[in-house]
C-alpha cells in the first residue's frame, strides 16, 4: 500500500487522470515507486534501483535525508505557509545562507517554486536594470517551460513553444568535440566562441543588450564544461557593453560540480545566479534568484514588478536550510570534487578506452556525461539528434540494460549521464560505473 490506495490503484489512478510531461500521454507506462532511502528507490513489486539520474538531476542529498525531513516535519507543526510579504525564520535563514554560499556581492534572494520561474524573473530584472530588451541564450542549453524560459531555451523542447517571448537571440557557446568553430584545442574554442559573441553583440547592437544568459556548466544538452578562459571572457564582454551575465545554476549549482556554485571553479561572479533543483534536494518545490548590489539597486526605491504566492515558502525554504547545513555539515561540495576526480574521471576513462562507442567522456564533480557514438572518426552520433521512435533505438537498448542491471540512468539523445546523489557511496558509485560498463555492450553493438 502506498498512501489511501493500492500500488495497483496507483497505476490505474495515474492512467486514467495524471496527464504527464513531455510525453504522448497512451504510449506511457511508469514505473509506481513506492519508497526510497539515499542513492536507491525501489516500486511496488520491490525492484530497486540505483539512482544514477537523481530523480531530475535534484535529488542531491539522496531520499529520506533525516535532517530535511525532520525540518520539513518541525516547519509543518510551527507554521505550514505564510503570504510572502511577511518575514518568516525559515525564509529569513534559507535567504541568509544562500547568500553565505554565493559569490561576490550577490547577497540578496527572491524565492520562486523552481528553475524555470527563476529564469523569467532574472529576465525581467535584467532588462528592468539596463533598460534594454535582448537576451542573448545558448543553442544546446534548457532553462525550463515557461513562456520565456523556453524561450531562452536552446534544444528541441523550444520548437513547438514557437512562437513565444521576442526579444531572444541565440548563440553557439564552447563545444570542443563537436565545435562549431572547427577548433582544434580548448584554447582556440574559447578564443573563437568570444569571438563569435563578439561578433553578436556587434550585430545586434551591444546597446539593445540586456544580458547573456548560459548555464554555467551545461546539463541536460550535455555537461558541457566551458574551456578555461571562456567565463572570464564572457563576464568581460558583458562588463564592456553594459549587459549584465545570468547564470544557470538550476542543475549546476549547490554542490553538483563540485563547488557550490559552478561558477567558483573559475572566479567569475554573475550579476544574477539562478537556483532550484540541489537548495533543496526537491524536497519541496524551491527555485530562486541570487542577485547583486546592481539589480538590487534598481528596486531599492522603485517597486519589482514580479511576485508569487508562494516565493519563500516556509516548507521550502525549511528544507533548504537543512540541506546547505549538511552540505556544510558533511562538507559535500569537497566530497564531490574529490570523487570526481578521484574515483569517476579514471573510471569513465577506462571505460571509454574499453568501448568504441564511447566518442568523449566529459565532466567534474558528479556531473558527467558518457557521448555515444557509432563512429569514432567521424563522430557521428549513435542516435541523431532529437531521434524518437526506431531511430532512438539504440540509446532505449542501452537504457533496458542500465535497468535490468538495477540502475537507473538519466540520458539525453546520443548521451548517457552519470549524476547520482552526492551522497552516494564510493561503493555505490563503483557499483553503478561498473553496470553502465555492462550496459554499454548494447550500444557497442550498434557501432558501424
Ligand atoms: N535551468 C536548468 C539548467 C535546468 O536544468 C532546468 C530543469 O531541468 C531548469 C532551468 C528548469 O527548472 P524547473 O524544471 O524547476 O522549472
Same mark, same amino acid.
Given at each position: 500500500?502506498?498512501?489511501?490506495?493500492?500500488?495497483?490503484?496507483?497505476?490505474?489512478? /495515474?492512467?486514467? $487522470? !495524471? *496527464?504527464?510531461?513531455?510525453?504522448?500521454?497512451? =504510449?506511457?507506462?511508469?514505473? %509506481?515507486?513506492?519508497?526510497? &532511502?539515499?542513492?536507491?528507490?525501489?516500486?511496488?513489486?520491490?525492484?530497486?534501483?540505483?539512482?544514477?539520474?537523481?530523480?531530475?538531476?535534484?535529488?542531491?542529498?539522496?531520499?529520506?535525508?533525516?535532517?530535511?525531513?525532520?525540518?520539513?516535519?518541525?516547519?509543518?507543526?510551527?507554521?505550514?505557509?505564510?503570504?510572502?510579504?511577511?518575514?518568516?525564520?525559515?525564509?529569513?535563514?534559507?535567504?541568509?545562507?544562500?547568500?553565505?554560499?554565493?559569490?561576490? /556581492?550577490?547577497? $540578496? !534572494? *527572491?524565492?520562486?517554486?523552481?528553475?524555470?520561474? =527563476?529564469?523569467?524573473?532574472? %529576465?525581467?530584472?535584467?532588462? &528592468?536594470?539596463?533598460?534594454?530588451?535582448?537576451?542573448?541564450?545558448?543553442?544546446?542549453?534548457?532553462?525550463?517551460?515557461?513562456?520565456?524560459?523556453?524561450?531562452?531555451?536552446?534544444?528541441?523542447?523550444?520548437?513547438?513553444?514557437?512562437?513565444?517571448?521576442?526579444?531572444?537571440?541565440?548563440?553557439?557557446?564552447?563545444?570542443?568535440?563537436?565545435?562549431?568553430?572547427?577548433?582544434?584545442?580548448?584554447?582556440?574554442?574559447?578564443?573563437?566562441?568570444?569571438?563569435?559573441?563578439?561578433? !553578436? *553583440?556587434?550585430?545586434?547592437?551591444?546597446?539593445?543588450?540586456?544580458?547573456?544568459?548560459?548555464?554555467?556548466?551545461?546539463?541536460?544538452?550535455?555537461?558541457?564544461?566551458?574551456?578555461?578562459?571562456?567565463?572570464?571572457?564572457?563576464?568581460?564582454?558583458?562588463?564592456?557593453?553594459?549587459?549584465?551575465?545570468?547564470?544557470?545554476?538550476?542543475?549546476?549549482?549547490?554542490?553538483?560540480?563540485?563547488?557550490?556554485?559552478?561558477?567558483?571553479?573559475?572566479?567569475?561572479?554573475?550579476?544574477?545566479?539562478?537556483?532550484?533543483?540541489?537548495?533543496?534536494?526537491?524536497?519541496?518545490?524551491?527555485?530562486?534568484?541570487?542577485?547583486?548590489?546592481?539589480?538590487?539597486?534598481?528596486?531599492?526605491?522603485?517597486?519589482?514588478?514580479?511576485?508569487?504566492?508562494?516565493?519563500?515558502?516556509?516548507?521550502?525554504?525549511?528544507?533548504?536550510?537543512?540541506?546547505?547545513?549538511?552540505?556544510?555539515?558533511?562538507?559535500?561540495?569537497?566530497?564531490?570534487?574529490?570523487?570526481?576526480?578521484?574515483?569517476?574521471?579514471?573510471?569513465?576513462?577506462?571505460?571509454?578506452?574499453?568501448?568504441?562507442?564511447?566518442?568523449?567522456?566529459?565532466?567534474?564533480?558528479?556531473?558527467?556525461?558518457?557521448?555515444?557514438?557509432?563512429?569514432?572518426?567521424?563522430?557521428?552520433?549513435?542516435?541523431?539528434?532529437?531521434?524518437?521512435?526506431?531511430?532512438?533505438?539504440?540509446?532505449?537498448?542501452?537504457?533496458?540494460?542500465?535497468?535490468?542491471?538495477?540502475?537507473?540512468?538519466?540520458?539525453?539523445?546520443?548521451?548517457?549521464?552519470?549524476?547520482?546523489?552526492?551522497?552516494?557511496?564510493?561503493?555505490?558509485?563503483?557499483?553503478?560505473?561498473?553496470?553502465?560498463?555492462?550496459?554499454?555492450?548494447?550500444?557497442?553493438?550498434?557501432?558501424?
Amino acid at each position: 500500500m502506498t498512501g489511501h490506495i493500492s500500488d495497483a490503484d496507483a497505476y490505474r489512478d /495515474d492512467r486514467a $487522470h !495524471v *496527464f504527464h510531461s513531455w510525453s504522448a500521454q497512451r =504510449a506511457l507506462d511508469p514505473v %509506481v515507486v513506492t519508497g526510497g &532511502l539515499g542513492s536507491t528507490f525501489w516500486d511496488a513489486a520491490g525492484t530497486r534501483y540505483l539512482d544514477f539520474s537523481s530523480q531530475l538531476v535534484n535529488l542531491n542529498l539522496g531520499h529520506q535525508h533525516p535532517r530535511v525531513v525532520a525540518a520539513i516535519q518541525e516547519q509543518a507543526a510551527l507554521l505550514c505557509t505564510v503570504a510572502p510579504s511577511f518575514a518568516n525564520p525559515a525564509r529569513s535563514e534559507a535567504a541568509r545562507l544562500i547568500a553565505e554560499v554565493a559569490p561576490g /556581492d550577490l547577497s $540578496h !534572494v *527572491f524565492f520562486t517554486n523552481g528553475g524555470t520561474e =527563476a529564469n523569467e524573473h532574472a %529576465v525581467k530584472m535584467a532588462r &528592468l536594470t539596463t533598460g534594454r530588451h535582448k537576451i542573448l541564450a545558448a543553442y544546446r542549453s534548457y532553462h525550463g517551460a515557461t513562456t520565456g524560459s523556453i524561450t531562452l531555451t536552446g534544444d528541441p523542447r523550444r520548437w513547438a513553444n514557437e512562437p513565444a517571448m521576442p526579444g531572444v537571440v541565440r548563440f553557439f557557446g564552447p563545444y570542443p568535440y563537436r565545435s562549431s568553430f572547427h577548433a582544434d584545442s580548448p584554447e582556440q574554442e574559447t578564443q573563437r566562441a568570444l569571438q563569435h559573441l563578439e561578433e !553578436v *553583440f556587434m550585430f545586434e547592437g551591444p546597446g539593445t543588450i540586456a544580458a547573456v544568459v548560459l548555464e554555467t556548466v551545461v546539463g541536460t544538452n550535455g555537461i558541457l564544461v566551458p574551456p578555461p578562459g571562456y567565463l572570464a571572457g564572457v563576464r568581460e564582454l558583458c562588463d564592456r557593453h553594459g549587459a549584465l551575465l545570468i547564470c544557470d545554476e538550476v542543475m549546476s549549482g549547490f554542490g553538483r560540480c563540485g563547488e557550490w556554485f559552478a561558477v567558483d571553479r573559475w572566479g567569475v561572479v554573475p550579476d544574477l545566479i539562478t537556483f532550484a533543483k540541489g537548495v533543496n534536494s526537491g524536497y519541496v518545490p524551491l527555485g530562486g534568484v541570487v542577485l547583486g548590489d546592481k539589480v538590487y539597486d534598481t528596486f531599492a526605491e522603485r517597486p519589482f514588478p514580479g511576485g508569487l504566492t508562494y516565493s519563500g515558502h516556509p516548507l521550502a525554504c525549511a528544507a533548504a536550510v537543512a540541506t546547505i547545513e549538511v552540505m556544510r555539515d558533511e562538507r559535500i561540495p569537497e566530497r564531490v570534487k574529490d570523487l570526481g576526480e578521484r574515483v569517476v574521471a579514471p573510471r569513465l576513462e577506462k571505460l571509454r578506452d574499453r568501448h568504441p562507442s564511447v566518442g568523449e567522456v566529459r565532466g567534474l564533480g558528479l556531473f558527467w556525461a558518457i557521448e555515444l557514438v557509432r563512429d569514432r572518426d567521424t563522430r557521428e552520433m549513435l542516435v541523431p539528434y532529437n531521434a524518437s521512435g526506431a531511430a532512438a533505438k539504440p540509446m532505449a537498448d542501452v537504457v533496458a540494460a542500465c535497468k535490468a542491471r538495477g540502475v537507473w540512468p538519466f540520458t539525453h539523445f546520443n548521451r548517457l549521464h552519470v549524476v547520482p546523489p552526492l551522497v552516494v557511496t564510493e561503493e555505490e558509485l563503483l557499483q553503478g560505473i561498473d553496470a553502465i560498463d555492462d550496459a554499454l555492450d548494447a550500444a557497442d553493438a550498434h557501432v558501424a
